[in-house]
């Protein structure tokens, strides 16, 4: 079948951007030539819902190359770079993508992706694999399983299988340590504060940011706010969590109270309406607001906009709410994953370890090593490899316990 994308003129720009992400990604070219290459990928077909940019991108071209036809989609038009599309459907990827598509059909995209009769998906808070429990379900015979990038989609998964109608094998891609430890924190860390500043062009520095949510997300945030010498406040609705923040060096204050003072406030939960009309109400003249977590409504934005009285766009990608008191706060990207929609996403190196986890995934569910249905946890030792290998890269490495400290580990005998 064939890809239908924006405009194929703009292919040239999308490789070279595709090429420099190949350069970097030293982790998932390993795992291409020792893992992907034993012939477990010819003649299958993987479905692929992701953000559309060069990472992504290049993680399709190395599965085509393995010998799997690919078909891509992502879950929406603001995750789609138009060149990145266009060089893909040239380099024999059928993506069905373009930033033109209303929001509205985004599902009808990922049909199509469907309708290439997957036996594995990739998936990108579950969309496609709620589809094929949904419209597509004629199809569900012929999928060996599933692969889950982020933390929202495994929720989900977890939520079909508590109601008992997950009905293939799924594999939370997110939860292996390899993904969400580097991933989620320094990979949302590094590129959601990259993208708030690059579109507001705005000094970090001495400025009063409120972090909502203080998970793996959260933490990186956090982190790389406060090295760049923001005044650091965490919001948490788990006391441990927020315990941790004190610890990490923040202070720790209800969101509602934080509303009054924060300059720049970033959620991160995956939950709706952390930050809603009562907070709007309080927060200052010229505060930012941007969203990092999985789902568009953690900023309550129909709220914002109903409490406007007028809204402007300010800069490309920063929208103005002005408040009937004359306030104005500024919305970045739209209230979705602020690094997707209003930046590059994640550092090339960080998704060259998430694409490998995904890539090795993957091949363990097209090898049936899963066949019940479920949420899984890749094994332990495949993330050890990933990391291993990313090691290797570096010049560096670890030791290996010897059989006798092994052997004392096990022993309860003094
Ligand atoms: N922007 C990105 O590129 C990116 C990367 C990875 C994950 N994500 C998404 O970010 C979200 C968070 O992921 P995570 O891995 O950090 O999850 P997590 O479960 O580790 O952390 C979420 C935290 O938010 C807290 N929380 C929930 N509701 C809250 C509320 N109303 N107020 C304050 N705190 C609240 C929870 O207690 C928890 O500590 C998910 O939706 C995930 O899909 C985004
Ligand atoms: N697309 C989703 C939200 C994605 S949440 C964030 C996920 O995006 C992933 N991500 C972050 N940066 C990139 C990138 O540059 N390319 C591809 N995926 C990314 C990351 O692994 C994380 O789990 C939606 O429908 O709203």
């Not at 030539?33 to 299958?44: S, V």
């Not at 927020?242 to 720049?264: K, Q, S």
């Not at 709410?321 to 970045?332: I, Q």
Request: proline share 4%.
């Amino acid at each position: 079948m064939t890809s239908s994308v924006k405009d194929l003129s703009l292919a040239p720009g999308g490789h070279r951007k595709i090429d420099w992400a190949a350069r970097h990604s030293p982790v998932l070219n390993a795992v291409r030539d020792r893992y992907l290459k034993d012939g477990t990928f010819e003649g299958l077909t993987v479905g692929v819902s992701l953000p559309i940019e060069a990472k992504t991108a290049y993680l399709t071209v190395v599965l085509a190359e393995a010998g799997a036809e690919v078909a891509l989609a992502s879950p929406g038009p603001f995750f789609v770079q138009d060149d990145v599309a266009a060089a893909l459907a040239e380099r024999g990827v059928t993506v069905y993508a373009s930033s033109d598509n209303p929001p509205e059909e985004a599902d009808r995209e990922l049909e199509r992706v469907l309708d290439h009769g997957p036996d594995v998906i990739i998936d990108d808070r579950a969309a496609l694999t709620r589809l094929l429990h949904t419209t597509r379900r004629h199809l569900l015979g012929k999928v060996r399983g599933a692969s889950e990038e982020t933390t929202s989609g495994v929720a989900k998964l977890r939520a079909m299988q508590d109601q008992g109608v997950l009905e293939i094998p799924t594999i939370a891609a997110n939860d292996a340590r390899c993904k969400y430890l580097f991933d989620n924190r320094y990979g949302t860390g590094q590129s959601t504060i990259t993208a708030i500043m690059q579109n507001t062009n705005l000094m970090l520095g001495g400025k009063r940011l409120v972090v909502v949510g203080y998970g793996w997300c959260g933490k990186g945030i956090a982190r790389y706010a406060a090295g760049l010498g923001a005044r650091v406040t965490v919001c948490e609705v788990d006391p441990v969590r927020g315990l941790e923040a004190y610890a990490d060096g923040f202070d720790v204050l209800p969101a509602l109270e934080a509303a009054g003072f924060g300059e720049i406030f970033i959620t991160a939960t995956g939950g709706r309406h952390v930050l809603a009309r009562e907070h709007f109400e309080r927060m200052r003249n010229g505060a930012i607001l941007a969203n990092a977590g999985g789902v568009d409504v953690e900023i309550d934005v129909d709220a914002l906009g109903e409490l406007a009285r007028k809204r402007y766009e300010a800069r490309r990608n920063v929208e103005a709410f002005v408040m009937p008191d004359g306030r104005e706060l500024h919305l970045v990207g739209r209230g979705m994953v602020v690094n997707l929609t209003a930046g590059d996403g994640h550092p090339v190196e960080i998704m060259d370890l998430t694409f490998a986890i995904q890539a090795l995934c993957a091949h363990h569910l097209a090898n049936r090593r899963q066949t019940e249905p479920g949420v899984h946890l890749l094994p332990r030792e495949i993330d050890d490899r990933v990391a291993g290998i990313k090691l290797q890269t570096l010049g560096m490495g670890v030791d290996r316990l010897t059989p006798q400290q092994e052997e004392f580990l096990r022993e309860w005998r003094e």
